[in-house]
């Protein structure tokens, strides 16, 4: 069974037809994220957010007042209850697009993201070090590889 996709348009397809001047800025903000090298899902994720907003406004989101940019992602955050990548990925896009049309001032008055205090960032820091080191017996060989608690091994 296949699904066609009739009538459907994308939030990025609404903003170009909806808000003045978003086809001809999305489009620069598009071939720089190529220059820019940026992967096909950062470019697809920030483009997406950035549509949200300009939807949201009916304005280019670089013509938006910041304290409204504010009550936007408090908005996004609080009461849409959205996820935080989404969130992220709204300020991420914004800054680039800030960047891109020399607003540097406002990219820098964009909200800090803070890691989180839990996430591990490798298997050192998920306990993982106890099975990760060298054995203590030589009936037990392991591969130098694999060792990460003596130095000089790895």
């Known amino acids: 069974m296949t699904f066609k996709k009739e009538n459907y348009t994308t939030t990025v397809q609404k903003a170009k ?3 003045p001047g ?5 489009s620069r903000f598009e ?3 190529v220059l820019d090298q940026c992967s096909k899902s950062m470019a697809s994720n920030y483009g997406r957010n950035i549509a949200h907003m300009a939807l949201h406004f009916g304005k280019l989101p670089h013509e938006v007042p910041i304290d409204q940019v504010y009550s936007y992602l408090y908005r996004l955050t609080v009461h849409d209850n959205l996820s935080i990548s989404f969130f992220k ?3 991420f896009g914004l800054r680039y697009w800030y960047r891109l049309f ?5 990219a820098l008055h964009m909200p800090s ?5 839990n996430a591990p960032n490798s298997p050192l ?3 993982m070090q106890g099975h990760l080191c ?4 030589p009936q037990t060989p392991l591969p130098p590889r694999l060792c990460l608690c003596q130095p000089g091994f790895g």
Do not use: S
């Not at 060298?134 to 017996?137: I, M, N, Q, S």
């Open 113 to 117: 993201i803070k890691p989180y205090p």
């Open 22 to 26: 978003f086809k001809q800025a999305f």
């Open 31 to 33: 071939e720089r994220m």
């Open 102 to 106: 020399g607003l540097n001032d406002q």
């Open 17 to 19: 037809v909806v808000v």
């Open 125 to 127: 820091q998920t306990g």
């Open 89 to 91: 990925q709204t300020v």
């Open 134 to 137: 060298c054995p203590k017996t």
